[in-house]
């Protein structure tokens, strides 16, 4: 059974600051997803990583996946309140369907 | 081009009612997902249809029922709501294959079962 667990569940931080949120799964897969919620809002994808090594950057956000160890990580880089939101990271089951597995969340808020 | 839309955005059931959640896409995406999501947790997988005319379960299946006679739409039904059912659902599509290779996800529905 694939298992997705994020850290830390809860991130209170200031803005300038720098901080990195932590997404290991328990099995085998080619792909992973980071997204973003907002409070009472739908999931906006922020980004896709297809291969081991792969690296992506929007703005003050990056994501990297080490599919060796099977670890992603979303860093954050001076921060700014508009980055506080729920970030989940999602992981794609080699099989039909290619059904996602989601991390519990990361809530990430940033204060002035 | 809505994306993805949900039917209805609110909706408060007593319990044993039934109802049906209709997802509603417009991207022509071949896949389509049900999830729940409760209070300070990540979203599970309900139910699933990889194309027109089929389904298949996710991991939390037990007391719903979906249907996929169309392409664009997705329903799911509750045949006896129950307060476990309270959450809110999101329905998500994708297209198979590069470069829009990402689930993109509708607006909720926020079901309350008393």
């Known amino acids: 059974e694939l298992k997705v667990e994020q850290n830390p569940l809860f ?65 954050i880089t001076a921060a700014v309140h508009d980055l506080s939101a729920t970030y989940f990271c999602a992981v794609q089951r080699n099989n039909a369907g290619n059904m996602l597995t989601f991390g519990g969340g990361t809530r990430l808020m940033v204060k002035p | 081009n809505a994306g993805v839309t949900q039917t209805p955005k609110f909706r408060v059931l007593k319990t044993g009612q039934s109802m049906t959640l209709l997802c509603a896409q417009d991207m022509n995406h071949e896949y389509m997902y049900w999830y729940r999501q409760d209070p300070g947790m990540g979203l599970r997988l309900i139910h699933y249809s990889v194309g027109e005319g089929t389904t298949a379960k996710g991991e939390v299946p037990d007391g719903y029922n979906v249907s996929r006679l169309k392409k664009q739409n997705f329903l799911l039904g509750l045949e006896s709501a129950a307060p476990s059912q309270t959450s809110v659902y999101f329905c998500a599509s994708r297209y198979q294959g590069p470069p829009t290779d990402t689930q993109y996800f509708g607006p909720g529905t926020r079901l309350t079962v008393l």
Request: charged residues 20%; hydrophobic residues 30%.
């Open chain 1, 11 to 75: 991130l209170s931080m200031q803005e300038g600051k720098n901080y990195t949120i932590y997404c290991n799964y328990s099995t085998t897969s080619d792909r992973l997803y980071w997204y973003r919620q907002d409070p009472g809002k739908s999931l906006e994808s922020l980004f896709v990583l297809l291969s081991n090594g792969a690296v992506k950057q929007e703005g003050r956000l990056m994501a990297s996946l080490d599919t060796k160890a099977r670890l992603s990580t979303l860093h």
